[in-house]
């Protein structure tokens, strides 16, 4: 049985293919116009039901209910219209406005509830959720200063064999390298944004009430992910699905030019042309090993003849010329 190499912490594994991204949305898209056919077909319904109750009330009573549930349908459809043209084009479009918002309150959960009665499983759901978040946050074509940006990363990122704890101070991390916080830090100190790790739901909701950023970068599970787009709205979040190698919550890993892509895609032009040009300008520390030893002593010439070092000039003065 051949011994599985070790894990290198700062190494992206294989990242899907275009074919299995647009499967996701494929997905999305179905789920959602199933679960608003759903609704529309309630709203149908409210209006069959009680026609002829209605009907004994006033003659005009079905019509004016009729009226109302059409307009109820008539958003439904409206708001899934612009959903889905945002998904396929990639654009926001200025009389769709609060498709993020449908999305996250209304079908997310018609769609968990879809999918579970087609035998879809919730993970995949989730992430087809947290794809289309994506896209609708991307499509809003908003910048941001680096402190108005948020990394926001879970504690399962953490070599599990580490003894520093770093939720209340992510500082602690001694930077050995064994786990992805070293680089997380180095991205930090690249971009100038905030970062912190999270243990739940309820210290990164304190986390976000501290830092008030006006966009968060997250890498999470889809569970985690999704939940927390639900729970930080209206807020943008952008999610970045966390590399789980070992299993869940444990030594998870992160797809570091995925996040740095996507940091540099919200970041502002003008700072983030700045970072860069200091980035470049800024000189290479040269390691502690390629340093010469210092040495107050001046060193002693070597006998051309011997090798050994020449004590003739010990205890001479030089003369000037």
């Not at 608003?36 to 009330?57: D, E, K, Q």
């Not at 109302?68 to 958003?75: D, I, P, Y």
């Not at 994506?134 to 990122?157: D, F, G, I, W």
Request: net charge positive; hydrophobic share 40%.
């Amino acid at each position: 049985m051949q011994q599985k190499k070790p894990l290198d912490p700062l190494r992206m594994p294989e990242m899907p293919s275009d074919d299995e991204i647009q499967a996701r949305k494929r997905l999305f898209v179905g789920l959602i116009l199933g679960a608003s056919g759903l609704v529309c077909l309630f709203f149908v319904l409210l209006w069959i039901v009680p026609f002829v109750g209605l009907n004994a009330i006033h003659p005009y009573a079905p019509w004016i209910w009729g009226l109302v549930v059409s307009a109820l349908v008539s958003v439904v459809l409206w708001a899934s219209l612009g959903l889905v043209l945002n998904i396929t084009t990639g654009r926001s479009f200025p009389f769709f406005k609060r498709q993020r918002g449908m999305t996250v309150k209304l079908f997310l959960p018609l769609m968990t509830l879809l999918g579970r009665a087609l035998g879809i499983s919730k993970e995949r759901i989730r992430n087809s959720f947290i794809k289309v978040n994506n896209e609708l946050v991307r499509s809003e074509a908003k910048t941001y200063a680096p402190q108005e940006v948020l990394l926001l990363m879970p504690h399962c990122l953490q070599n599990s064999r580490c003894d520093h704890r770093l939720t209340y101070d992510i500082d602690n991390c001694v930077r050995c390298g064994k786990c992805p916080i070293k680089g997380l830090l180095e991205l930090r100190d690249k971009y100038g944004v905030h970062l912190a790790i999270a243990t739940g739901g309820t210290i990164a909701r304190r986390i976000v009430v501290q830092k008030r950023p006006r966009l968060i970068v997250a890498v999470a599970c889809e569970r985690d992910l999704s939940s927390g787009i639900q729970d930080t709205f209206p807020l943008p979040v952008y999610g970045v699905l966390n590399l789980r190698p070992h299993g869940p919550c444990l030594d998870t890993l992160v797809p570091f030019p995925q996040l740095e892509q996507a940091l540099r895609r919200f970041l502002d032009p003008a700072q983030l042309a700045e970072i860069d040009a200091a980035a470049q300008s800024k000189p290479d520390k040269p390691s502690k090993r390629s340093r010469p030893a210092k040495s107050d002593k001046p060193s002693r010439p070597l006998d051309a003849d011997s090798g050994q070092i020449d004590k003739t000039d010990e205890h001479t003065t030089p003369t000037s010329a």
